[in-house]
């Protein structure tokens, strides 16, 4: 969980994670002799219930809390955690991470975030109503969706319908000045559905997310997961052929959390970035510009610090197909003799920040998904991939991912294929894009979705 | 232990960890980490309720308890008192030297060696990054059926990957090793051969011109290709995909699923595999369990609560990543046992086809079958004989299809490199093994026409 809301200093007590910012300046202030210290400390929690033939599966409900702290001396870095914050514990995690330091390499440019003054933009985090849900509430959700999910068709099965919410608070800080807090939660509602047809068997999901469960769409995620498991019922292996593509927008949001990894500062400083020479240079279709706002609250990972502390903000990554900008954090800005764009990303207190695009958006165009679509005399509507982890390499840029959609003829959409692959390069794929739809839609990853056109892309078949 | 329910369990949990990771000629941080704590679980008809603390204390663990009983049973239930028995376990694996015996520095220099190895074997490699890491965990479970069992689990785990850099780009090598054993590993483990084999494959793809796009025939090279097994038919073997008819094995045992030449087995209690456990997460032994005999479908792997509601035995593979999850279904080292094929022959009786010496990572639909795997590491077959090298590209298949699509399986079993596999966002240990062996047509998903 990555940091959230300012520390208001009039509440310092009882206000926000108190006790966590507290034992933070507890680690922080023994530091010794040039010393930097950074604490890390998180707790939260959550709720999971699962429904399966109108029973209740299972409901997990769960506390966690942990600590994770950095040292660093004369360039060199050591680092240790706990999952608890048992005093002795963490006595021991400092003594852990102050050892650990004599292993590492000498880096001149190692070093922890300093205050940078860029001011932060509040987010809307934290909501006192899901706070206050009460659990019978949850279970009743997990049970509409499956009932609206198994009325919508009677192909369809469900495999099982899930409530689910989550609390974090945080607090970090630092010798160098860093000193915040904040805390979120958030919840979604997800169905897993399987349609049959004689032999056939396909699978769909469908899911609502929000800051509070009074706005779920559980009309649109029973839809949804019907729609994706019955449209591929009957769908056989396309013959293979290059053509264009359209990805619908959940496929594309994919699609740029694989680019991310290409305009990320530490893969540009240790030489992995196959656009670590572009800067400045066109490196994809006018068609596209590319931004990551974590500022935005449309943004499902919208927010106002990033993993070491620092305000997140708005950064043009690429303007009308030319690279502007790759993200940094602290130590890859410092290396790369620029600053830290906000960008410092961090999975928890067991981990130490990485670097890592927060909410990128291509800018929408002027036209909708059906538009798009009737412009292309051989295409495939691409509606889903598999395999974006084994079958692409953000390194070489050779791209090649399963898939499965619509193919398209003369403008319209036609029969249903599977078992399918599309491939093409990193590289070749950004030129390519011939156009960017209107259709934004802001999903659950560090993404957002929209219908996008790539010419000259080769589908494999039988 | 009193418990609100028809089963309750409890499984405590204490780890240590020490990561090493080495990144653009710098040892850039040690890390030490501590994890412990337990999870409850409480049983109430077919509902099952979870807590977990870190809170190990008499009290923290009471709220835990009764989290989860008032999770099953939404309140209500009475009191029962069950007597424990300690169930003896059989360790599978030996440990000699026990990591946190060995001094981080020995951890360190491992990862220097295999930098100095990655670079010096060719001026291509541009950059190479390694970690190092082990962990020690013990665990305890106890059940209101009067089990009471415990383990220690000791693991270890190289990984290694080097960037070449030439004109027609980056290329990537890769290689790990990962057992449930002791520091005594590298004894007979060379890390620097491995560094060396990363580097190779990185260089070697310099000059690898597109995959082929289209069907055909597939050789897979020994140990790599066991996660295509994983894949397409372990995953669809689990008791609870059957239970919900979410696999396309459901109510096929005894029906011939595979070619005559294939027999899968999974395997928790191989000595030293990454895979490797003498107990499961639900504190039973771990077994050799055959799936598919002779391409005949014999059994799915049960967890125990499914297996104690069938009345049948537990085939021990209740896992869990931690204290914080609950236990589901999960396979340990899965593998097709050896055949009578030469694998030189299996490759010559090849026209035209592709030659695949390392698997990367893939996904399944349990459901429909389908599923996806990245060729890391391929070369074209022609006439006979390996030939080029192939840029990275996914291969496409369905898993029943592919499985009776075998038809040629070598007498040279090996097991491959460590895997974690992922189900219902839960991470565990695999190991995975195989021959060489054909499959008659495969999707190669390439850009070549």
Redesign the interface.
């Known amino acids: 969980m990555s940091l959230r809301v300012p520390l208001d200093p009039a509440s310092a007590s009882g206000g926000v994670a108190a006790d966590l910012i507290s034992l933070a300046d507890k680690v922080v202030a023994q530091a010794q002799g040039g010393e930097q210290i950074e604490a890390y400390v998180s707790r939260g929690g959550e709720t999971e219930v699962r429904v399966y033939g109108g029973e209740v599966e299972h409901f997990v409900s769960a506390q966690s809390e942990g600590i994770g702290v950095r040292i660093i001396l004369d360039g060199r870095t050591g680092f240790a955690y706990a999952g608890t914050l048992d005093p002795n514990a963490v006595d021991e995690v400092l003594a852990e991470a102050r050892d650990n330091v004599a292993f590492g390499t000498v880096d001149e440019w190692a070093g922890l975030a300093e205050p940078d003054g860029v001011p932060r933009t509040p987010q809307p985090l934290w909501d006192e109503s899901l706070a206050a849900f009460p659990t019978e509430r949850k279970i009743e959700l997990a049970k509409e969706l499956e009932r609206l999910t198994l009325a919508a068709d009677r192909r369809i099965r469900v495999d099982d319908a899930n409530y689910a919410d989550a609390w974090g608070e945080v607090a970090v800080a630092t010798t160098t000045g860093i000193r915040e807090t904040g805390r979120e939660n958030g919840c979604y509602v997800a169905v897993s559905s399987l349609a049959d047809d004689g032999d056939e068997t396909q699978t769909g999901f469908g899911f609502s997310v929000a800051r509070r469960p009074d706005l779920f769409d559980l009309d649109k995620a029973s839809r949804d997961a019907v729609d994706r498991a019955t449209r591929l019922l009957g769908a056989t292996k396309p013959a293979s052929k290059r053509l264009t593509i359209v990805l619908d927008p959940y496929v594309t949001a994919q699609f740029l959390g694989v680019i991310s990894s290409t305009l990320n500062g530490e893969a540009v400083v240790k030489g992995r970035s196959l656009f670590r020479d572009r800067l400045g240079e066109q490196v994809a279709s006018g068609a596209v510009t590319l931004v990551d706002d974590p500022t935005n609250p449309d943004a499902y990972t919208a927010t106002d610090v990033d993993g070491e502390g620092l305000a997140a903000r708005r950064n043009v990554l690429i303007d009308g197909g030319r690279l502007e900008r790759f993200v940094h954090n602290s130590y890859s800005a410092r290396r790369a003799g620029t600053v830290s764009t906000g960008n410092a990303v961090r999975g928890g207190f067991a981990g130490t920040p990485g670097v890592g695009a927060l909410a990128l958006a291509l800018q929408p165009g002027a036209r909708d998904q059906a538009a798009l679509i009737a412009d292309v005399d051989d295409g495939l509507l691409v509606q889903s991939v598999s395999g974006l982890h084994s079958g692409v390499n953000p390194v070489s840029g050779d791209f090649s991912t399963g898939a499965s959609g619509m193919l398209i003829t003369n403008g319209a959409v036609g029969a249903p294929v599977r078992e399918l692959t599309i491939a093409s390069t990193l590289q070749r794929m950004l030129l390519d894009i011939a156009e960017v739809g209107s259709d934004v839609d802001w999903l659950p990853m560090r993404a957002a979705g929209v219908s996008l056109v790539i010419h000259d892309v080769m589908m494999s078949g039988a | 232990m009193r418990s609100g329910g028809d089963f309750a369990e409890v499984y405590a949990e204490d780890k240590r960890s020490t990561s ?1 990771g080495l ?15 337990a999870g409850i679980r409480v049983v109430a ?11 190990l204390s008499e009290s923290g663990l009471r709220a835990a308890a009764e ?2 009983a008032a ?2 049973s ?1 309140g209500g239930g009475g009191t029962r008192t069950v007597a424990l028995t300690r169930t003896p376990t059989h360790p599978n694996n030996v440990v000699e030297r026990y990591p946190d015996d060995v001094a ?2 020995d951890k ?1 220099e491992l990862l220097r060696r295999v930098d100095d190895a990655a670079r010096s074997a060719g001026a291509e490699i ?2 190479v990054s390694a970690g190092y890491a082990d962990t020690r965990k013990r665990v305890l479970v106890a059940n209101s059926d009067g089990l009471l069992a415990d383990d220690e689990v000791v693991r270890l785990l190289v990984r290694i990957s080097a ?1 070449a ?1 030439g004109d027609t ?4 090598g890769f290689h790990s090793m990962g057992h449930t054993l002791g520091f005594e590993i590298f004894d007979s483990v060379d890390v620097e051969e491995l560094a060396r084999d990363a580097a190779r494959q990185a260089i070697t ?1 310099l000059g690898a011109r597109p ?1 082929p ?3 055909m025939p597939v050789v897979i090279k020994h140990g790599t290709g066991g996660v295509l097994f994983h894949e397409a038919c372990g995953h669809g073997l689990e008791a609870d995909h059957i239970a ?3 696999s ?1 094995y459901t109510g096929k045992t005894g029906e011939l699923v595979a070619s005559p030449l294939v027999t899968v087995v999974d395997d928790g209690t191989m000595a030293g595999e990454w895979g490797t456990l003498s107990i499961d997460d639900e504190g039973h032994p771990t077994q050799r369990n055959v799936l598919i005999e002779d391409g005949v479908l014999t059994d799915y792997m049960w967890d125990f609560l499914r297996s104690r509601k069938e009345g049948r035995v537990p085939s021990g593979n209740g896992r869990r990543q931690s204290y ?1 999850h ?1 236990p589901m279904v999960r396979m340990t080292n899965t593998f097709v046992t050896e055949g009578d094929s030469n694998p030189a022959d299996i490759i010559s009786s090849t026209e035209k086809g592709v030659y695949i010496a390392r698997l ?4 399944v ?1 349990t ?2 079958g ?5 060729m890391t590491e391929a070369y074209l077959i022609e006439d006979g004989e390996i030939t080029e090298p192939l ?8 898993g029943p299809q592919a499985l009776r699509d075998i038809d040629a399986v070598g007498n040279d079993f090996a097991m491959g490199g460590p895997g974690t596999c992922g189900k219902d966002g839960q991470g565990v240990p695999v190991g995975t093994g195989q021959p060489t062996l054909r499959v008659a047509a495969m ?5 070549a ?1």
Do not use: P, W, Y
């Open positions: 090493a990144d653009d000629g710098r040892v850039e941080q040690v890390t030490s980490g501590r994890d412990r704590g008809g077919e509902t099952t309720g979870f807590a977990h603390t870190s809170d989290a989860a999770a099953a939404q981080k520095a360190v541009v950059q960037v850099d780009g980056m290329q990537t793809k995959a796009s289209g069907s919900k008819g979410a396309v914080m609950l990367g990572g893939g996904q639909n459901a429909s389908d599923f996806v795997f990245g840029r990275e590209a996914n291969l496409i298949g369905n999707t190669i998903g390439g850009t026409a």
